[in-house]
């Protein structure tokens, strides 16, 4: 059964104290390759039968009023996968 | 008749009890809700008490906010009862969009638990007329989510307003911006803050003051606030 992928991050002005403190963790640990660390969400939705325009239109709507809150997140990405 | 104040209780809930008893302290009955019904039994006012509802899955207070009885509640908030969100139940009220801003977790990334000084910034809702505006207050705060943000547009608003219920005071304990602790709507029936007044109601259980240990009961007055609302309306 197909899939659709939702992502959701904090938004980019805002603080994201979960990034920051594995931010902390990995210059700790000496990977210093990486200057900042921001985490999001990744939602995957099943669907019985075919990804239909309808469909991802429902998952975009689910994914902008429900699985994120505006507020303080952004829906980076609906997509099949 | 008395005025009644329910208080509902979602899978998660760990406040409802303390709230129940702050409404009984403070000389209200204390009507107990539940989350699956859609039925608020006729009650006078509102209380969304503390906890992690759903685990806090998704993002605090989420879940909770599209619950059977959300609908009655964001009527009845909707059409102007007092309705009261303390810690989980902010969150949920920002969740169901009764309330402007976002909960996120504590800056420093801890979980903070400790008693509270707060200042009353609007002495005028539905929650705190009790208060004279500038009373400073304790009471206990314990959160891990607690940390208030808004856009800068929105915050300006909301002082603009005086829209900023409390404030915290001597030290922030979790990044709110701009202090904020607690705000109201426009209306002055729905507030929210992250602090527990319920657990500063009954002497010997509450914050400790100058003039003995665990004899604060600041948080009484935010339902005393609410029963002389109801009972002026009669």
Known sequence: MPTILVEVMPKPELLDPAGKATAGALAKQGAASFTDVRIGKRIELTVEGEVTDAVLAEARRVAEEFLSNQVIEDVVAVKVA | ?234
């Open chain 2, 1 to 234: 008749m008395g005025v009644r104040i329910g208080v509902v209780t979602f899978p998660g809930s760990l406040d409802d009890r303390d709230a129940q008893r702050a409404v009984r302290l403070a000389g209200a009955e204390a009507v107990p809700l539940w989350h699956g019904d859609h039925d608020i039994q006729g009650v006078d006012a509102i209380v969304l008490p503390g906890g992690f509802s759903y685990g806090d899955y998704l993002r605090c207070g989420a879940i909770a906010a599209h619950a059977p009885i959300m609908a009655e509640v964001i009527d009845a908030a909707n059409a102007g009862m007092p309705v009261l969100g303390i810690c989980n139940g902010f969150q949920i009220l920002v969740e169901a969009q009764l309330l402007p801003g976002g909960l996120i977790r504590n800056d420093h990334g801890g979980f903070v638990c400790r008693d509270q000084k707060l200042r009353v910034e609007n002495a005028s809702t539905a929650w705190t007329s009790a208060f004279d505006e500038g009373d400073e207050i304790v009471v206990p705060l314990k959160n891990g989510e607690g940390g208030y943000i808004a856009t800068d547009e929105t915050l300006d608003r909301l002082e603009g307003e005086g829209l900023v219920a409390f404030r915290y005071l001597d030290a922030n304990p979790n990044g709110s911006l701009r202090d904020i602790a607690g705000v109201t709507n426009e209306r002055g029936n729905v507030v929210g803050l992250m602090p527990h007044p319920e657990h500063a109601t009954e002497p010997g259980f509450g914050p400790d003051t100058a003039d003995a240990m665990r004899s604060g009961v600041d948080g009484l007055r935010f339902f005393t606030s609410v029963i002389e609302g109801a009972l002026a309306r009669v």
